[in-house]
């Protein structure tokens, strides 16, 4: 099924615009039809051969470069292009399974579906077909893939494969907002979205990006059978205590505050955003963030009980040692001691338990 329908999109467009000024949304079908100037449908119809093997050709051709990850070095070029080729890629005609699809042309899954933000100030004007081509490609400034099933223990839920935008275009937040605004649209759907965040505390800027939608942690996920990519944190946006109006107000920084406790966020860092923005290159942030991965890498990672028991409330005294310390470098704090940090030592109240091992076999989730 398609979850990015182009009434929903251009209801979201609308409701965003501000932010969107300089920019258009596609669809799968629209940017079909704005990239290749004829639908999915007309190529499926092609009567001559080599006018299908040039468009195929294109295809693998914008599925390779044409794309706003592969520029990025938290992104893998090859994770990036299979997703691409399972949400775009040309179906190959008159095949009846997978073993005479070619790797440039095959069939869409029908679980995968994705999203573009185009530059509408790029001109691509040309009367050359392949600088017109290039142009376009050159106007890709971001774009979304998602799944629905990956996670095998939710498998009517999507879950967000690759999200990347360029350097100074459109807001991540907004394709992300697309997507929760999609879902919520379609309440025949299970009312939430999934994601890996690569690097963990690390990547704080997408760490504050997707809370503010709504994504908190959520270890009930690691499993084989759902999310287990090393250095990746699993995160879940529960769209039933969400209304429409609130994914917008995100969207657009309209937002009330809010204020996470130990359980929803160990690291104390949301709490803390406005000064960690401020201060992205003060050592004791960084500390912050070393000692909050150190615990999510015991916890999930490399989780080993007898290690874990002992190494985590050594962490954790750090840990507060250190979100103190940092919070008395921000003296104009609008949050500050308890009521910010996670003193206590608490331990996640979500229980993972021991759950079978699956067979899937996936790749790495990477975020920005």
């Given at each position: 099924?398609?979850?990015?329908?182009?009434?929903?999109?251009?209801?979201?467009?609308?409701?965003?615009?501000?932010?969107?000024?300089?920019?258009?949304?596609?669809?799968?079908?629209?940017?079909?039809?704005?990239?290749?100037?004829?639908?999915?449908?007309?190529?499926?119809?092609?009567?001559?051969?080599?006018?299908?093997?040039?468009?195929?050709k294109v295809m693998a051709k914008l599925i390779r470069s044409a794309n706003p990850c592969t520029t990025d070095s938290?992104?893998?070029?090859?994770?990036?292009?299979?997703?691409?080729?399972?949400?775009?890629?040309?179906?190959?005609?008159?095949?009846?399974?997978?073993?005479?699809?070619?790797?440039?042309?095959?069939?869409?899954?029908?679980?995968?579906?994705?999203?573009?933000?185009?530059?509408?100030?790029?001109?691509?004007?040309?009367?050359?077909?392949?600088?017109?081509?290039?142009?376009?490609?050159?106007?890709?400034?971001?774009?979304?893939?998602?799944?629905?099933?990956?996670?095998?223990?939710?498998?009517?839920?999507?879950?967000?494969?690759?999200?990347?935008?360029?350097?100074?275009?459109?807001?991540?937040?907004?394709?992300?907002?697309?997507?929760?605004?999609?879902?919520?649209?379609?309440?025949?759907?299970?009312?939430?979205?999934?994601?890996?965040?690569?690097?963990?505390?690390?990547?704080?800027?997408?760490?504050?990006?997707?809370?503010?939608?709504?994504?908190?942690?959520?270890?009930?996920?690691?499993?084989?059978?759902?999310?287990?990519?090393?250095?990746?944190?699993?995160?879940?946006?529960?769209?039933?205590?969400?209304?429409?109006?609130?994914?917008?107000?995100?969207?657009?920084?309209?937002?009330?505050?809010?204020?996470?406790?130990?359980?929803?966020?160990?690291?104390?860092?949301?709490?803390?955003?406005?000064?960690?923005?401020?201060?992205?290159?003060?050592?004791?942030?960084?500390?912050?963030?070393?000692?909050?991965?150190?615990?999510?890498?015991?916890?999930?990672?490399?989780k080993d009980e007898d290690t874990s028991s002992a190494q985590i409330p050594i962490l954790q005294d750090k840990l507060?040692?250190?979100?103190?310390?940092?919070?008395?470098?921000?003296?104009?704090?609008?949050?500050?001691?308890?009521?910010?940090?996670?003193?206590?030592?608490?331990?996640?109240?979500?229980?993972?338990?021991?759950?079978?091992?699956?067979?899937?076999?996936?790749?790495?989730?990477?975020?920005?």
């Amino acid at each position: 099924m398609s979850l990015f329908r182009e009434t929903e999109i251009e209801e979201y467009s609308n409701l965003v615009s501000r932010l969107l000024s300089n920019y258009k949304l596609h669809n799968r079908e629209t940017f079909h039809k704005w990239f290749f100037g004829f639908t999915e449908d007309d190529a499926d119809n092609m009567i001559d051969e080599q006018q299908y093997e040039d468009y195929k050709k294109v295809m693998a051709k914008l599925i390779r470069s044409a794309n706003p990850c592969t520029t990025d070095s938290n992104v893998y070029r090859g994770y990036t292009e299979k997703a691409m080729r399972s949400a775009l890629g040309a179906r190959t005609k008159d095949a009846a399974d997978d073993s005479e699809q070619d790797e440039d042309a095959r069939p869409k899954k029908n679980n995968y579906d994705i999203l573009f933000a185009i530059d509408t100030q790029i001109s691509i004007r040309s009367d050359d077909p392949s600088q017109l081509l290039e142009k376009k490609s050159n106007a890709i400034v971001g774009v979304i893939i998602i799944e629905e099933g990956e996670c095998m223990e939710s498998p009517k839920s999507w879950g967000v494969k690759v999200i990347c935008v360029k350097p100074n275009s459109v807001k991540g937040s907004v394709l992300m907002g697309a997507c929760l605004h999609c879902i919520k649209a379609n309440p025949s759907i299970n009312q939430e979205c999934l994601l890996e965040l690569v690097n963990g505390y690390k990547n704080l800027s997408a760490f504050y990006s997707y809370t503010g939608l709504g994504f908190l942690r959520d270890d009930s996920l690691w499993d084989d059978r759902c999310f287990d990519t090393v250095r990746c944190m699993p995160m879940r946006v529960d769209l039933s205590k969400i209304s429409q109006g609130d994914i917008i107000n995100k969207v657009l920084g309209r937002g009330p505050k809010f204020i996470l406790d130990s359980d929803d966020d160990p690291s104390g860092l949301w709490n803390r955003k406005i000064h960690a923005l401020q201060n992205k290159n003060d050592e004791v942030l960084k500390e912050i963030q070393k000692i909050s991965n150190e615990m999510l890498e015991l916890t999930l990672w490399k989780k080993d009980e007898d290690t874990s028991s002992a190494q985590i409330p050594i962490l954790q005294d750090k840990l507060n040692t250190k979100l103190e310390e940092f919070d008395k470098l921000t003296v104009h704090s609008e949050c500050r001691g308890l009521k910010c940090s996670i003193l206590g030592g608490r331990t996640r109240k979500k229980s993972r338990g021991k759950k079978s091992r699956g067979k899937k076999s996936r790749g790495k989730k990477y975020y920005d």
